[in-house]
DNA sequence: ACCATACCGTCTAGTCTGGATTGTCAAACG
DNA sequence: CGTTTGACAATCCAGACTAGACGGTATGGT
């Protein structure tokens, strides 16, 4: 996931990784912020990132791939995930457990017709300029909410 | 989820209630197994469970609900989650960084019908004696494995 | 000059993870 | 009958991760 915010990005610190990944990739998989730090200097003394930083200041490390981390990626990329994606719903949860699915349906509702909003507007501004592989993931993340506002829905 | 998951068994081991929670629940909210030793131990000491403990043998401990703890229970499932749930899906994070989408594709689709046909036949098996709950949270299982599956299916 | 606010990185305690390890038991086998 | 085998059950450990507090740094406005 690091290789391939650093990839998108060109040239980053951990801090602008986060905010891109906060409002991208952390949909469908998340880090907590410290982490990247770490990843970054994890990744950097493995040679798939090259580390500069700033002397003075905030002494920001900016990261870039280098021909070893390019090649760690494409490599990633091109052996196709088999594995399914996990899901913690804490809705299902207490459904399985025996909520009261009115209250809770109207609950969820809420929420993910919030959430289907937001990945709407994002997707009607960007989706001619987004890269294939983000805005099908994008349109994914789309289908999904439908998908999930359609179960709540008819619970409420 | 402990609670829950002590609430439908009535009484049970630690390892009980993994067995369980694999084939269940697992599927929309996870735990390692060595947590629910933990948790139980935690829970106990917290007053919401009762422990039981083998003197000879294995030493199982046997868990159940106290007052407290239903009333734990209850007060939980009273409070509708607003919270969406989290997606972590390598297959999408690929498709994000620009993974080739053909292969990618095949190979969830695989995997995903498989997860799809595992439901179908509990939901078959189970549907009638199943409570209400539970049997709303496998067919929204369903649904979900039939979305991907449409999703990817497209890109394959 | 000063303040308010946003920016950015680091730290810590506690929790969780993955997997190995140790031990128990019942049934099958020679 | 003693032994072996494989399933059952609990525990342990090192390392990774989490949540969020904290402490510095920059910037624009007064």
């Known amino acids: 996931m690091v290789l391939g915010l650093v990839a998108n990005a060109g040239e980053a610190t951990p801090y602008q990784l986060k905010q891109f990944a906060a409002r991208s990739v952390g949909n469908f998989w998340t880090i907590q912020h410290a982490q990247l730090y770490t990843e970054c200097e994890r990744l950097a003394k493995a040679g798939l990132l090259d580390e500069e930083r700033e002397e003075g200041g905030r ?44 209250p809770l349906a109207a609950a969820q509702v809420e929420s993910h017709a919030a ?17 294939d592989g983000q805005r099908l993931a994008l349109e994914a993340g789309i289908a999904h909410e439908r998908e999930w506002l359609k179960f709540w829905g008819a619970l409420a």
Chains 1, 2 share one sequence.
Do not use: I, M, N, V
């Not at 990261?63 to 299902?92: C, H, I, N, Q």
């Open 115 to 131: 959430k289907l909003a937001e990945y709407e507007e994002l997707h009607a501004q960007a989706k001619d300029w987004l890269p």
């Open 59 to 102: 002494r920001r490390r900016t990261y870039a791939l280098t021909g070893a981390g390019r090649e760690a990626l494409d490599a990633w990329r091109a052996t196709p995930a088999t594995e399914l994606g996990e899901l913690r719903s804490p809705g299902l949860l207490q459904l399985f457990f025996g909520a009261e699915p009115g």
